[in-house]
């Protein structure tokens, strides 16, 4: 009899949480603002970004000259500078003033200034020196001014070294010019581009940020409508909240089923970032993160009274959340204290581990601590979900209690 029971009411329950998914399905379809962030927010931002960071790195960064020595050897610096593919001479400058006008009006990027005694030092075998002045605010274009000066300075020191050596042979003058050749690579972003290097944390946030939004839009709309009084009947019948959870979250994750794939497997692929995940890892990491995302929106919507409060919570906190997960800055550079508050988010540990397993090439093995901290996201948050959802359901029968 007991066994029979069980049966029945697991029966029931599968019954009841089908019911509420169809509902919450048709409620998903008829919300605009819902089909936004779910469906056409995951499709169309994730081609913006890959095609605006598709070129992977900055090339021709304009720069201005202040060429105060007039020199053979000042013109040769400029002329290797503006050959290399990062930089481009765009005009030249009278004094740092003049440059510093034309930085901002952002007619250039990065100043070089080449001071009057550049060659005469050179030829009374004394250090010179070339100043790089950069704009900060991009430090893509930093990087490639600076680097670019860099690179030639130390060719031309290695030409310098080589007249001044007296060596008779090619080989005597490699080993003069450079008695200890080290070569570097990018192991995890072949091109050494922006977009392999972030992109692929931004397409895990994607995932969490617009769960959240929908959900909690759709739960402001409930509000403003009042539609949490049908919870009332349908919690009488249901026989409790968790019935309610599941079934709305089965909607959740049927749509991004869909939409996980599209983010974390065909993107990538479109627009040739690393893809070095095996699809059975990738999977493992998944099911808990969009479950994770999902019972985290559910939780989130308690603190959502009207539509708009859910887009200017998260919005605000999505480029802090990015930060957080250790992915555009080192995580050993976090204090402790935000380390600790970035745990409170599925997107610190779905990053994370999307990253090792995807663009690393690691298995799930290396991402254990981030798997497992996935699983205990989704039962935490699962717990507070139908928390929520009981609240919710008390409060909407003492307002039906009051009306009548």
């Known amino acids: 009899m007991k066994a029979e029971g069980l049966l029945k009411t697991i029966i029931e329950g599968c019954r009841d949480a089908a019911l509420i998914w169809r509902d919450e399905m048709r409620q998903t379809f008829k919300d605009e603002g819902v089909i936004i962030f779910f469906f056409l927010v995951p499709l169309v931002y994730p081609l913006l970004y890959s095609w605006i960071y598709n070129n992977e790195v900055v090339r021709e960064v304009p720069v201005v000259v202040i060429d105060n020595s007039h020199s053979q050897m000042s013109r040769e610096f400029i002329r290797k500078c503006n050959a290399s593919p990062d930089v481009k001479v765009v005009c030249y400058a009278d004094d740092i003033d003049e440059a510093k006008m034309l ?14 005694d550049f060659q005469s030092r050179i030829y009374r ?20 001014a600076y680097q670019t000066a860099v690179a030639v300075s130390q060719e031309m ?8 050596s007296g060596k008779y042979t090619k080989r005597e003058e490699q080993i003069q010019a450079k008695p200890l050749d080290v070569g570097g690579g990018a192991i995890f972003s072949p091109a050494g581009g922006y977009g392999s290097f972030v992109l692929p944390a931004v397409l895990m946030l994607i995932i969490q940020q617009t769960l959240v939004l929908g959900i909690g839009l759709s739960a402001g709309t409930a509000r403003e409508t009042n539609r949490f009084q049908d919870l009332v009947p349908i919690q009488r019948h249901y026989h409790g909240t968790f019935r309610i959870v599941l079934g709305k979250s089965l909607c959740y994750l049927m749509i991004y089923i869909l939409m996980g794939t599209w983010l974390t497997v065909i993107v990538p692929r479109l627009f040739h970032f690393p893809c070095l995940a095996h699809w059975q890892d990738l999977l493992a990491v998944m099911i808990p993160y969009t479950l994770a995302c999902i019972f985290f929106g559910i939780t989130v919507s308690c603190l959502v009274r009207y539509r708009e409060n859910v887009m200017l919570l998260m919005v605000f906190v999505s480029v802090p959340l990015l930060f957080l997960s250790g992915a555009s800055w080192p995580q050993s550079g976090i204090p402790g204290f935000w380390q600790g508050v970035s745990w409170l988010f599925p997107s610190t540990f779905g990053i994370r581990a ?30 507070i979900a139908c928390l929520v959802y009981r609240v919710q359901v008390d409060r909407a029968r003492r307002h039906a209690e009051n009306d009548e």
């Open 354 to 383: 999307y990253i090792r397993l995807n663009t690393m090439g690691g298995t799930l093995g290396d991402v254990l601590t981030e798997y497992h901290a996935l699983w205990l996201h989704v039962l935490i948050y699962f717990v």
């Open 125 to 144: 075998l004394q250090q010179s020196t070339v100043s790089v002045y950069c704009d900060m605010s991009l430090m893509l274009a930093y990087k490639a």
């Open 157 to 164: 020191n290695s030409e310098i070294q080589v007249k001044l």
């Open 103 to 116: 930085v901002g009006r952002n007619v250039a990027k990065a100043v070089y200034y080449i001071p009057t």
